[in-house]
């Protein structure tokens, strides 16, 4: 008799598609030119990392308040990692180098996230300081008022979605021009 060895591989928690796109619906939004010429997000490498980071949090926080959700948070920033990992490749980092570099990814990662989450729960103002902080280089509070209204309309718009869609990433980013006109 055969055993099945299925315990040995890892669980798929969705289908890589879904994380795929997930992550690309991210980095697109991160690329949106209006977060730079109008928000005045630094147009620098730090500054479209920093704005990732703050897309990638509104999604992973959203994640984890349903059941699935916490698998695919988890499989979403494995993907960021790896997606990190062969960015730093690809630009020619050493790979005695990438370790140090994964790490400091890590450090901001958690850092920013924990500022936002601790932001989040004193308010807009509180989050346009951590925001301008973190990703406007502790300049143009004005603009990170609006990126904070952007990304309270992102959490808005991401709890109005129910799990199966959420899950399914059948889902999009609320326009930044959009949010900052209210």
Known sequence: MLWPFNHFRK??????????AIYGMI??????????RDLGVPDTVNGRFDLLLLHL???????????????LSQALFDHFCTDMDDNLREMGVGDQSVPKRMRAFGEA?????????MALTEGTEALAGAICKNILNGEKIESARA???????????????????????????PVPDAVRAQ
């Open 57 to 71: 949090w509104l999604v992973l926080r959203r994640l984890k308040s349903v059941g699935a959700g916490t698998a």
């Open 11 to 20: 669980p798929r928690i969705a289908p890589a598609g879904t994380i795929e």
């Open 109 to 117: 990662f958690y850092g920013r996230t924990a500022a936002y989450e």
């Open 27 to 36: 980095v697109t939004q991160t690329r949106e030119p209006l977060f730079y």
């Open 147 to 173: 990126l904070a209204a952007y990304a309270e309309g992102a959490l808005a718009r991401l709890a109005e979605l129910d799990e199966t869609t959420l899950l399914a990433g059948n889902w999009s980013f």
